[in-house]
């Protein structure tokens, strides 16, 4: 069964700093492109990043270009979003996504709550 | 870069058959397959139909997707409404290096 188990969240103020992370399993992570997608409270899904099965490829949305940075570890089966100079706008829920191909998120965790605050 | 439109909502009758719109405003929508997915208050997204009209294995054939050149937009068709589909549905298409949400819409069965 695949899992993906979403940590890292919590209250961090404007400017500040916060790393995510995701532990997979159930499958064999390293054969994977994987994502990140957000949601804000009461809004819509907005895809954050995805990263291919060995790291050399990275995308990005436009407004976290510079500021967040998607990365991966398939010897810990585990992908990470390293996010800095964090507003307002970035307070969501945050999911890390199992990805078909290369833009198909297919299976999803259950979330971490990142709420930018002073 | 695209843009994919839903209406915001809609509403049906238990049994009644819903059909949710998603229009691309650039590009054919032909040209990427579109995915939809549901979620379910305090739930994270579930995939109900990929690749245009694909069912992945556990959800009701009630479920169908479609594509329409001539409108440039996809649809999802739920049939034989049940309580449990009250959800909000959201589309999902791709271009190049980037990947798009419709803004969603919320379906209430009533």
């Given at each position: 069964e695949v899992q993906l188990v979403e940590?890292?969240?919590?209250?961090?103020?404007?400017?500040?700093?916060?790393?995510?992370?995701?532990?997979?399993?159930?499958?064999?992570?390293?054969s994977y492109w994987m994502s990140w997608?957000?949601?804000?409270?009461?809004?819509?899904?907005?895809?954050?990043?995805?990263?291919?099965?060995?790291?050399?490829?990275?995308y990005y949305v436009d407004p976290v270009k510079g500021r967040f940075t998607i990365s991966r570890d398939d010897a810990k089966n585990s992908l990470y979003l390293q996010m800095n100079s964090l507003r307002a706008e970035d307070t969501a829920v945050y999911y890390c996504a199992r990805v078909e191909g290369r833009w198909l998120p297919y299976y999803w965790g259950q979330g971490t709550l990142v709420t930018v605050s002073s | 870069n695209f843009m994919l439109t839903q209406p915001h909502s809609v509403s049906e009758s238990p049994g009644k058959?819903?059909?949710?719109?998603?229009?691309?405003?650039?590009?054919?929508?032909?040209?990427?397959?579109?995915?939809?997915?549901?979620?379910r208050p305090g739930s994270s997204p579930t995939i109900v139909i990929y690749e245009d009209n694909q069912r992945p294995s556990g959800v009701p054939d009630r479920f169908s997707g479609s594509i329409d050149s001539s409108s440039n937009s996809a649809s999802l068709t739920i049939?034989?409404?049940?309580?449990?589909?009250?959800?909000?549905?959201?589309?999902?298409?791709?271009?190049?290096?980037?990947?798009?949400?419709?803004?969603?819409?919320?379906?209430?069965?009533?």
């Amino acid at each position: 069964e695949v899992q993906l188990v979403e940590s890292g969240g919590g209250l961090v103020q404007p400017g500040g700093s916060l790393r995510l992370s995701c532990a997979a399993s159930g499958f064999t992570f390293s054969s994977y492109w994987m994502s990140w997608v957000r949601q804000a409270p009461g809004k819509g899904l907005e895809w954050v990043a995805n990263i291919n099965q060995d790291g050399s490829e990275k995308y990005y949305v436009d407004p976290v270009k510079g500021r967040f940075t998607i990365s991966r570890d398939d010897a810990k089966n585990s992908l990470y979003l390293q996010m800095n100079s964090l507003r307002a706008e970035d307070t969501a829920v945050y999911y890390c996504a199992r990805v078909e191909g290369r833009w198909l998120p297919y299976y999803w965790g259950q979330g971490t709550l990142v709420t930018v605050s002073s | 870069n695209f843009m994919l439109t839903q209406p915001h909502s809609v509403s049906e009758s238990p049994g009644k058959t819903v059909t949710i719109s998603c229009t691309r405003s650039s590009g054919s929508i032909a040209s990427n397959y579109v995915q939809w997915y549901q979620q379910r208050p305090g739930s994270s997204p579930t995939i109900v139909i990929y690749e245009d009209n694909q069912r992945p294995s556990g959800v009701p054939d009630r479920f169908s997707g479609s594509i329409d050149s001539s409108s440039n937009s996809a649809s999802l068709t739920i049939s034989g409404l049940k309580t449990e589909d009250e959800a909000d549905y959201y589309c999902q298409s791709y271009h190049s290096s980037n990947q798009v949400f419709g803004g969603g819409t919320k379906l209430t069965v009533l």
